[in-house]
T-cell receptor, first 111, second 115 residues
Framework: QKEVEQNSGPLSVPEGAIASLNCTYS??????FFWYRQYSGKSPELIMF????GDKEDGRFTAQLNKASQYVSLLIRDSQPSDSATYLCAVNMNRDDKIIFGKGTRLHILP | DTGVSQDPRHKITKRGQNVTFRCDPISEHNRLYWYRQTLGQGPEFLTY????????KSRLLSDRFSAERPKGSFSTLEIQRTEQGDSAMYLC?????????????FGEGSRLTVL
């Protein structure tokens, strides 16, 4: 079992709709979780982090964490063409902050 | 510019040659990470440092790969006897510990092509 798993996509969503991206992780002891966005040819950039069970909202983005199910998700409301990118889920695996990434989900917002 | 810088940005080499990449992290960040990324894949963990101490090296990494951070500032990643399978983007990132851990700031990467 891979440490961090994501559906590679592509996920196609009409402009203005909600995009839902999912991630599961294997280490039940993981404490912090991150979503990075990576545009083609660019490096990843952090867009959200979440440490506690439940929802965390930041503008059009909502991160959701369910530690019992070892599941993290990212919702993007009112999707825009500029949201088209690869979204990487990352997990802090241990006390020494080893950060492991999933393979990413390609998101395509249809104009 | 106070971001993470990597050098060189592009490197083309012949199979069997050695290559070295350098990363200069954000100055106040004491953690430094190296990842490798190929097309369509997420960043693959290679190794990371806290100051000059190497905390872990990926078990998937062969002995041809070595990394150092001698004074806890910049880091180098060396690949000896390169193989075509080493062709990838090598990403460096830095972070501060504690609450900032996991909030990685990436450099623009060093792209390696092995012919």
């Amino acid at each position: 079992q891979k440490e961090v798993e994501q559906n590679s996509g592509p996920l196609s969503v009409p402009e203005g709709a909600i995009a839902s991206l999912n991630c599961t992780y294997s280490d039940r002891g993981s404490q912090s979780f991150f979503w990075y966005r990576q545009y083609s040819g660019k490096s990843p950039e952090l867009i959200m982090f979440i440490y506690s069970n439940g929802d965390k909202e930041d503008g059009r983005f909502t991160a959701q964490l369910n530690k019992a199910s070892q599941y993290v998700s990212l919702l993007i409301r009112d999707s825009q063409p500029s949201d088209s990118a690869t979204y990487l889920c990352a997990v802090n695996m241990n006390r020494d902050d080893k950060i492991i990434f999933g393979k990413g989900t390609r998101l395509h917002i249809l104009p | 510019d106070t971001g993470v810088s990597q050098d060189p940005r592009h490197k083309i080499t012949k199979r069997g040659q050695n290559v070295t990449f350098r990363c200069d992290p954000i100055s106040e960040h004491n953690r430094l990470y190296w990842y490798r990324q190929t097309l369509g894949q997420g960043p693959e963990f290679l190794t990371y440092f806290q100051n000059e101490a190497q905390l872990e090296k990926s078990r998937l990494l062969s002995d041809r790969f070595s990394a150092e951070r001698p004074k806890g500032s910049f880091s180098t990643l060396e690949i000896q006897r390169t193989e075509q399978g080493d062709s990838a983007m090598y990403l460096c990132a830095s972070s501060s510990p504690g609450q900032g851990a996991g909030e990685l700031f990436f450099g623009e990467g060093s792209r390696l092509t092995v012919l």
